[in-house]
């Protein structure tokens, strides 16, 4: 079976390739393809991680590429991690909204736009490769914003896929670690949007012990790329549920304003550990996962991936949260009601070789309806912003990101972003 990592020279990968080596056997790997336009980048990555498949007598072949076509051919699984524009482009996402008052974010907020409108047309451009050249693989997204790019893959690049984020994974393991049992004892009642969900119950062994996680974790649980800040015990007791550590930016949106301000922009920070990882990846001498890794944030990214998809090659479905379609399968229903069937949630789905057949979810609280819809909508125009280069669809888009949410601001930070090539608008307003 070949893999293919699309961004294969991401220092994230050798955090993916520790899974593929390990569990490659159980995967039927015979092949692993790493992909990238950056040869500087790749040549590093791929060298380090054929030393890591050497060392541990890996079952399969390693290859690396320029060539997408070489990538993509034949594969059957075809992992997508890219970052167009690169962390100076993540700068600017993280710059620009804050000399306007804004959250500065990669994924969320005025960035995350930004990033979407950059990586939806070269998504597109590799599912279109795929449709032509591995029509039966399917594409694991981790690109972010991975919402928005999974729906913009599912809708318009004609492609079977399936959006995986760390996150859910984590407050899983978290949340066992609080009450010190095993993770397999736990299952998270989870409904949302990618960076934008809520846990509504816990269960261990299937008894709801909601109640008593919600006071063990009211501190909240954050990721390492993410500035820790408390909720307090009011907000956890009042909402009833376990909020994503993003939504941190919606629910004390100065707060973190003031965090982030206070703070040397994540992109800084992740460019200098890029060159120390770099340093370690090209010395030929190395060939186990560095430590220092873990500081790029995305634990348990590669079990994450690695699950689901030993999930899709078998015959027993397994229950993963991911992100898909809103629907339990091609005819039915709506999960959420209050979105169409074609938008992409993250929520609870069983995973086998048949496909991904999302779960039947109870109804949403008032608390969560209406933040839910409306981020949905500025997902949705997002994407129409992307596909159509539309000024007027981006524009839209802006006013309804609820971190914007501001005409004025709206139509400067599009000036700006049109200045800086992020879209090439075929209307103007």
């Not at 760390?166 to 998270?188: F, Q, T, W």
């Not at 307090?232 to 304003?257: D, E, N, V, W």
């Amino acid at each position: 079976m070949k893999l293919t990592i699309i961004g294969g020279g991401s220092t994230y990968t050798p955090e993916l390739f520790e899974g593929l080596v390990s569990r490659g056997a159980e995967l039927g790997l015979t092949e692993v393809v790493l992909h990238d336009i950056d040869p500087a980048r790749l040549d590093p990555v791929a060298g380090f991680c054929r030393r890591m498949a050497h060392a541990a007598d890996a079952c399969f072949q390693v290859h690396r590429t320029t060539e997408l076509d070489a990538a993509i051919s034949g594969a059957s699984f075809v992992v997508t991690q890219i970052r167009v524009g690169g962390q100076q482009a993540r700068l600017r996402d993280e710059t620009i909204p804050m000399e306007f008052g804004l959250i500065g974010q990669e994924t969320t907020g005025a960035g995350g736009f930004a990033k979407a409108l950059r990586t939806i047309p070269e998504i597109l451009k590799i599912a279109g490769r795929i449709r032509e050249l591995a029509p039966d693989a399917w594409v694991i997204n981790f690109t972010n914003p991975s919402g928005i790019i999974t729906e913009t893959l599912l809708r318009h690049g004609g492609v079977k896929a399936v959006g995986l984020c760390n996150i859910p994974m984590e407050l899983r393991i978290e949340s066992a670690r609080a009450i010190g049992v095993d993770p397999s004892r736990v299952e998270l009642d989870y409904i949302g949007l990618n960076h934008f969900g809520w846990v509504r119950a816990i269960r261990m062994d299937g008894t709801d012990i909601t109640g008593m996680l919600l006071e063990a974790l009211g501190s909240g649980i954050v990721p390492a790329n993410i500035p820790e800040l408390d909720y307090g015990p009011r907000f956890f007791k009042a909402l009833g549920m376990i909020p994503s550590p993003y939504l941190q930016y919606f629910y004390q949106t100065r707060r973190m304003l003031d965090t982030l301000a206070a703070e040397t922009s994540r992109a800084l920070v992740v460019m200098d550990l890029e060159r120390q990882l770099f340093d370690i990846y090209r010395d030929e001498r190395q060939s186990t996962k560095p430590e220092l890794l873990s500081k790029r944030g995305g634990a348990w990214y590669s079990r994450v991936a690695i699950d689901v998809i030993r999930s899709l090659q078998s015959d027993m479905p397994a229950r993963h949260v991911v992100n898909l379609a809103n629907r339990i399968d091609v005819d039915s229903k709506p999960i959420i009601p209050e979105l169409p069937v074609d938008a992409v949630i993250e929520a609870p789905a069983m995973i086998s070789s048949q496909g991904v057949r999302g779960i039947p979810a109870a109804p949403l609280p008032e608390e969560i309806i209406g933040q839910i819809r409306h981020l949905k909508s500025y997902e949705r125009l997002t994407i129409e912003a992307a596909t159509l280069q539309s000024e007027r669809k981006a524009l839209m888009a802006l006013v309804n990101n609820p971190l914007v949410a501001d005409v004025g601001l709206a139509g400067r930070i599009l000036d700006r972003l049109i200045e800086n090539g992020e879209i090439a608008p075929t209307d103007r307003v």
